[in-house]
């Protein structure tokens, strides 16, 4: 390889050797001036000097390699082969395969369930493929594949945007023109009507696979979780299978296939090389390095932690999180994530109902050699470990997993009872709705239930999906706290149907990490994720924010923000908070900080208690109702923004209704055109949303 000099170093090497030649002409020109020993000493001093800079660093030559000990990168297999799915799919004689887009678990396990099904109808299906992990330009490439299938599983994530891990893919596929003729595909999306741009993804990767030149086999299926998402996605799959068949011209031909997709190894290895709730990386929380992320999470110490809550059987928790060290940096109206860790309470019953010692090592390993997801979650690790930290076992289990319980189940009318369920007859649907999704029964609900019930805890593990971090919209501003995250959550807990008491998995694993005098200090995993949510860029925008209960959380940064803007002497805009709760006395959060905020003149604040007045219920719409003019100025005649945070099922799909009332009322526009005006609003970010169901 060539080396290249500095410019500076190859400068003073030519002044040395020009100083060597000034000498010698001296020299013969004045005798006396230097003798032979001066010249030859000068002229080493310059060889030196020009060996110093130019050959000092050359390597030396090597000898040949030991025939035992190569390493040559021809050895090493091109990462371009790593992420090819068409070379695997060839090499496996597979031909389909089954994207997902997923951001809290469920378009994958989808995706899982439909790569096991195709085996039962004679196809071959490679395991289910993350786009992040694919090459997604081989796309053009199925149509190699004889009586090939994409199927593509993509939900819907926030504001009408792909998931993470399909985000780059949705973007090439948008902008770049592949031909996608002679590829055959199917779309399932994922979402939720409560949310405005309902099942965007899904509708936008049918459309535009058809667009470039791919033939759809199926109509897309609509899966809305706000309904019965396990309903919609048994229905699309009944009308899969056989379109399939018909379109490759294939006969029926079903086949009883182990369902299983992960064998159980019980490996003997030193505790060191356990994970114990990692992530990705074992022992990632003994040493700790940069940039953390949703597989690589900070471990933030829990500095401060009260109870927001004056009164009532609820409770509201203030948490502080730390996170000086840890290079971290996040704006107001930001989310951060943590990750829970499940009830030992729960976790110790599966040892009890199944009889297993949970410090068992285990090991669970995919028997597709070809998937490039060789675990279901980080193995090795206990069964303590995997119900802990990595698998989801509070959640009502879908009907798939029903079906592989009765297999194991020895008492006949219990075994007929989840067979029932989980077919797709009407009497089993209303079955599964009642006895499942309405009472709320878990997994470990069911095995209590029905005691002849008994899989093995390693099926369990593979049949529980992951555990996922928890978001939460941070509750405080980083120009005023640089080093600490703010969170604001209500502990979630309730009895359901059956008399159980259910607890939600994080806010009662946070409730636990109150700092004691007498204790060790606390640690939560957490990542930060950017959001869409921001402030306006000039301090003068007039700003009206909409957060009742919890929802004024991002709130709170936002006037924290503005107030230390109007505290250092520039000018700022209206900045008006409407607000709601149950009882002032109670459950006012923040209150006295909002208070400062108008004793300082920056904050305007509309507060509706709804259980102050027994005969009357006022809520934040009320408010905004009032204050119509108000807002149609702000939003229509100063360029405002507006803001909203809370519940998306009912809270927010009634602010949008009032705020398109107020635009035609106010604004002297017709209903179209009041709709069109807020559209308009969204689209320049003057209309924010962050909300949930």
């Not at 000068?42 to 030396?60: E, Q």
């Not at 971290?328 to 976790?347: E, F, I, K, S």
């Not at 998995?505 to 005098?517: D, G, I, Q, R, Y």
Request: charged share 25%; glycine share 6%.
């Amino acid at each position: 390889m060539d080396e290249v000099v500095p410019k500076a170093s190859g400068e003073a090497a030519a002044a040395m050797a020009a100083a060597a030649q000034a000498a010698a002409e001296a020299a013969a020109a004045n005798g006396p001036m230097f003798g032979v020993l001066d010249i030859v000493l000068l002229a080493g001093m310059a060889g030196f000097g020009i060996y110093w800079v130019y050959f000092r660093g050359s390597p030396k030559a090597q000898p040949p390699p030991n025939k035992g000990y190569t390493m040559q990168p021809t050895l090493i297999a091109p990462k371009a082969n790593e992420n090819s799915f068409i070379t695997k799919m060839k090499a496996s004689g597979k031909n389909i395969v089954v994207f997902y887009g997923s951001q809290t678990g469920t378009a994958e396990e989808f995706a899982l369930r439909l790569v096991k099904e195709a085996a039962r109808y004679g196809m071959k299906a490679l395991y289910p493929a993350d786009p992040e992990e694919c090459e997604m330009e081989e796309l053009s490439k199925l149509s190699e594949i004889n009586n090939s299938l994409v199927i593509f599983c993509m939900a819907t994530y926030g504001e009408g945007d792909p998931t993470d891990n399909a985000s780059a893919f949705y973007e090439w596929l948008k902008t770049e023109e592949p031909d996608l003729t002679g590829v055959n595909y199917a779309v399932f999306g994922l979402g939720n009507k409560t949310y405005e741009h309902f099942n965007s993804m899904g509708k936008f990767f049918d459309k535009r696979l058809e667009e470039l030149g791919a033939t759809r086999v199926v109509e897309a299926g609509v899966g809305d979780d706000d309904g019965n998402m396990e309903e919609d996605f048994l229905t699309w799959k009944d009308s899969l299978w056989p379109a399939v068949l018909d379109f490759f011209g294939l006969e029926m031909n079903l086949q009883e296939i182990s369902m299983r997709q992960y064998r159980l190894e019980t490996p003997d290895v030193p505790p060191e090389k356990l994970f114990t709730g990692e992530i990705a990386r074992l022992r990632a929380y003994q040493t700790q390095r940069p940039p953390f992320d949703a597989k690589n999470p900070f471990l933030a110490q829990v500095t401060a932690w009260r109870e927001l809550h004056r009164g009532g059987e609820r409770s509201c928790m203030h948490i502080e999180l730390d996170i000086a060290n840890s290079k971290l940096r996040y704006d107001a109206g930001d989310h951060v994530a943590v990750y829970p860790v499940n009830d030992p309470v729960l976790v110790n019953r599966f040892g009890e109902l199944l009889s297993v010692d949970l410090d068992t090592p285990i090991s669970l390993v995919n028997i597709d050699d070809q998937s490039t997801k060789k675990h279901p979650f980080p193995c090795p690790c206990t069964y303590k470990t995997a119900l802990s930290h990595y698998l989801d076992i509070t959640s009502n289990p879908r009907t798939h997993v029903l079906k592989e319980l009765a297999e194991h189940t020895a008492n006949f009318e219990e075994k007929q009872k989840l067979l029932m369920m989980a077919s797709s007859s009407l009497e089993g649907k209303e079955l599964y709705q009642q006895w499942v999704l309405q009472d709320n029964r878990s997994l470990l609900h069911i095995l209590e239930d029905l005691p002849s019930c008994k899989p093995s805890l390693d099926l369990v593990c593979e049949l529980l999906t992951r555990l996922q971090s928890r978001y939460y919209s941070i509750s405080s501003s980083s120009k005023l706290h640089p080093e600490s995250v703010h969170i604001t959550a209500v502990l979630l807990k309730y009895t359901t149907p059956t008399g159980r008491i259910n607890k939600g998995v994080a806010t009662t694993w946070l409730a636990s990490k109150k700092p004691e005098a007498d204790q060790t200090t606390h640690q939560i995993p957490i990542f930060i994720r950017k959001s869409q949510f921001r402030l306006p860029a000039r301090h003068q925008t007039p700003i009206i924010m909409i957060g009742p209960g919890t929802g004024v959380a991002p709130f709170r940064g936002f006037v924290q923000e503005r107030l230390k803007v109007k505290r250092e002497g520039k000018p700022v805009g209206d900045t008006v908070l409407f607000y709601g709760c149950r009882k002032k006395s109670e459950d006012f959060l923040y209150e006295e900080e909002f208070q400062e905020s108008i004793d300082e003149g920056l904050l305007t604040l509309h507060t509706a208690f709804s259980r102050e007045q027994p005969d009357k219920k006022v809520y934040v719409t009320h408010l905004l109702k009032d204050h119509g003019e108000y807002i149609w100025r702000i939003l229509g005649e100063e360029n405002g923004h507006l803001y909203v945070c809370g519940d998306a099922r009912n809270m927010a799909r009634d602010v949008h209704d009032i705020i398109i009332e107020t635009c035609s009322k106010y604004g002297q526009m017709s209903s179209s055109e009041a709709q069109a005006f807020v559209k308009k609003l969204e689209t320049q970010r003057r209309y924010s949303a962050d909300v949930w169901s």
